[in-house]
Antibody, heavy 117, light 112 residues
Framework: EVQLAESGGGLVQPGGSLRLSCAAS????????MHWVRQAPGKGLVWVSRINTDGSITTYGDSVKGRFTISRDNAKNTLYLQMNSLRAEDTAVYYC??????????WGQGTLVTVSS | DVVMTQTPLSSPVTLGQPASISCRSS???????????LSWFQQRPGQPPRLLIYKISNRFSGVPDRFSGSGAGTDFTLKITRVEAEDVGVYYC?????????FGQGTKVEIK
């Protein structure tokens, strides 16, 4: 069974940093592109970032470019999102998503990040 | 970026009756490989999104056949033939033809 379990969310002050993790199991993690998608409270879904199978290709949405870094450790079956210079508008549930041939097929339960003083 | 526009934003439905959601993209979603990467997701309250339909009309594993998708180019539709209580939630269309991936605003399906 495919499982994606995010962790690392919490309360952080504006300008602070946080690192999210996503532990993958039930599939061959190293053969799938992975993504982060976020959802502000009561709002819609926004794609944040993607990474290819070996970590050599990364892409970011305009709202996080230069502040967030996606990475992965295939030996640990884990996806990461390093978030720096956090702003109030980054407050959201962050979902880890697996994609297969441009199909975002499995999503984790999400981890809540709250940016507030 | 491709803008995805859903209508309606709210859909009160009687149990057992059909529901339909439209999704329009600001540009064609036909990929250079010939596929159209338009998906539909269901998000029940307090849950993550769940894939229902991919590439316009293909039901994902375990999705009941009362859900169907149709459309082409820039206009797409999700239909529920007979709404059940467990179908309550927000439905999103999403395009993955080009980056950044973008979503519709969401359509809330609720029981009258």
């Amino acid at each position: 069974e495919v499982q994606l379990a995010e962790s690392g969310g919490g309360l952080v002050q504006p300008g602070g940093s946080l690192r999210l993790s996503c532990a993958a199991s039930g599939f061959s993690f190293s053969t799938y592109w992975m993504h982060w998608v976020r959802q502000a409270p009561g709002k819609g879904l926004v794609w944040v970032s993607r990474i290819n199978t070996d970590g050599s290709i990364t892409t970011y949405g305009d709202s996080v470019k230069g502040r967030f870094t996606i990475s992965r450790d295939n030996a640990k079956n884990t996806l990461y999102l390093q978030m720096n210079s956090l702003r109030a508008e980054d407050t959201a549930v962050y979902y880890c998503v697996r994609s297969s041939y441009s199909l975002p097929d499995y999503w984790g339960q999400g981890t809540l990040v709250t940016v507030s003083s | 970026d491709v803008v995805m526009t859903q209508t309606p934003l709210s859909s009160p439905v009687t149990l057992g009756q059909p529901a339909s959601i439209s999704c329009r993209s600001s540009q064609s979603l036909v990929h250079s490989d010939g596929n159209t990467y338009l998906s539909w997701f269901q998000q029940r309250p307090g849950q993550p999104p769940r894939l229902l339909i991919y590439k316009i009309s293909n039901r994902f594993s375990g999705v009941p056949d009362r859900f169907s998708g149709s459309g082409a180019g820039t206009d797409f539709t999700l239909k529920i033939t007979r709404v059940e209580a467990e179908d309550v939630g927000v439905y999103y269309c999403m395009q993955t033809t080009q980056f950044p991936w973008t979503f519709g605003q969401g359509t809330k399906v609720e029981i009258k």
